[in-house]
DNA sequence: TGCTTGACCGACG
DNA sequence: ACGTCGGCCAAGC
């Protein structure tokens, strides 16, 4: 398994989370398959090529915060599409209770 | 090649 | 509800 395969994994796993909804990270690399390497799925979404349509918004920290720098363009960035699909902060955190993306299936996720 | 950093997480105080 | 710690491992220098 390359780097470049454990990332197409995880792309294809952030692409199915549905608008309004938001996936932690350890959840997003379990689902494609990598449990236990949360640290994986930020590396993947920071690799993302320009141009790639994908919704790495939807991905948040198990704590219901953005794990970007705070005060930087990515980070009110990511807040603003999020709030764009109603995803609602209080406290600089989404209530991860009520907005996390709960799949039906827990196999991995392919293309 | 080695060492530090980090878009992380769960357990435990 | 925080802070710390160990596990994890790709990036970047």
Redesign the pocket.
């Known amino acids: 398994m390359t780097?470049?395969e454990?990332?197409k994994l995880i792309w294809a796993v952030v692409r199915r989370i549905p608008r309004g909804k938001v996936a932690?990270?350890?959840?997003?690399?379990?689902l494609a398959g990598?449990t236990?390497?949360?640290?994986?799925?930020?590396?993947?979404?920071?690799?993302?090529p320009d141009g790639m349509k994908l919704p790495?918004?939807r991905?948040?920290?198990?704590?219901g915060k953005?794990?970007?720098?705070p005060n930087t363009k990515?980070a009110r960035e990511?807040r603003r599409l999020l709030a764009d699909e109603g995803v609602a902060f209080m406290?600089g955190r989404v209530d991860l209770e009520r907005y996390r993306w709960r799949p039906r299936s827990e196999a991995p996720l392919l293309d």
């Not at 932690?24 to 379990?30: L, R």
């Open positions: 780097r470049s454990s990332y932690t990270y350890g959840q997003v690399a379990a990598f236990r390497q949360p640290r994986l799925a930020g590396h993947a979404l920071g690799q993302t790495w918004y991905v948040i920290n198990a704590q953005i794990s970007l720098p990515g990511q406290r």
